[in-house]
């Protein structure tokens, strides 16, 4: 685990995290991605904008793998995880989904315990020896995900008993607790509170810098609070990739103004 508390610098030329070249997804003969090519750096949030329908999601998933779950969707073009193409045949999509996370719109805590919810992962993955070693790493995904103080003392409580920040807040110390590297996002705070929304805000910021982070969001003013880098898709295509401030003060592309201004979505 990368214990270095401080995120690197914003713009640190670090090699990209997960490079994404060419991407074309198809729904049986429905092209849903157009020729997509992006950058995901450790060092910064890249949030996903854009109206319904126009690809975040399926875009999203093609990071890890979750359109094979999907029967009629085909991925062309090619998606590294540092120098590894995740598409190669010899990818084991399992480690690829431990090292590549997600969080989902809705909080989809396990019914099992909250301590089961964080240990499930570690255990189907050999990343503790023993019970002391689990606890640890229960403990602090907990900690790391700003939940700990709430259920240090019901961690034998269901994970669906929860209110619905923090099952989301569970959800997110469950992806960390494998030891990501890159965590994906899909509107995680769409079904929660302002002040609950406000708080895994505060956590992606904490966790920026240990894990590359991409958020599809439809909340222009979180993208604007949480994320350094911002594409806007539109019809499948990516019109437009910046730095986050750029593309909401300055964008170049009249779709992009017009999409962040209200005018359409
Ligand atoms: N499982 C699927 N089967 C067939 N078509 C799909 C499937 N999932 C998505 N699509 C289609 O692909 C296109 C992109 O959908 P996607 O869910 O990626 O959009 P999105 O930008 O995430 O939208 P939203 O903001 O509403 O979540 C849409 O036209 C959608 O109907
Ligand atoms: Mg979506």
Not at 6 to 24: E, F, L, Y
Not at 56 to 80: P, Q, W, Y
Not at 181 to 209: F, H, N
Request: charged residues 25%; hydrophobic residues 35%; proline residues 5%.
């Amino acid at each position: 685990m990368n214990t270095n508390n401080a995120p690197p610098p914003v713009g640190s030329n670090q090699p990209p995290k997960m490079t994404a070249r060419g991407v074309n997804v198809f729904y049986g003969a429905k092209q849903a991605i157009k020729n997509v090519s992006l950058d995901v750096r450790a060092d910064e949030v890249t949030a996903f904008i854009g109206p319904s329908g126009c690809g975040k999601s399926t875009f999203l998933r093609c990071f890890n793998r979750m359109n094979d779950t999907v029967d009629s969707a085909r991925v062309e073009g090619e998606i590294k995880l540092d120098e590894t193409d995740i598409y190669a045949a010899s990818m084991d999509v399992v480690q690829l989904r431990a090292r590549v996370g997600m969080v989902f719109q809705k909080p989809n805590p396990f019914p099992k315990s909250i301590y089961e919810n964080i240990a499930y992962g570690p255990r189907i993955h050999g990343l503790a020896a023993n019970k002391t070693d689990m606890d640890g790493i229960v403990e602090g995904s907990l900690r790391r995900a700003g939940l700990w103080e709430e259920v240090k003392d019901r961690l034998g409580e269901s994970g669906t008993a929860m209110s619905g920040g923090q099952q989301q807040r569970l959800c997110i110390a469950r992806a960390i607790a494998v030891d990501p590297e890159v965590i994906l996002m899909d509107e995680p705070c769409s079904a929660l509170d302002p002040i609950a929304t406000a708080r895994i805000e505060e956590l992606i910021d904490d966790l920026r810098g240990k894990y590359a982070i991409i958020i599809v969001t439809h909340n222009m003013q979180q993208a604007a609070r949480v994320s350094q880098k911002t594409a806007f898709f539109h019809l499948g295509t990516m019109v437009e990739y910046g730095d986050t401030s750029t593309i909401f003060t300055n964008p170049s592309e009249g779709r992009t103004k017009d999409y962040i201004t209200g005018r359409y979505g």
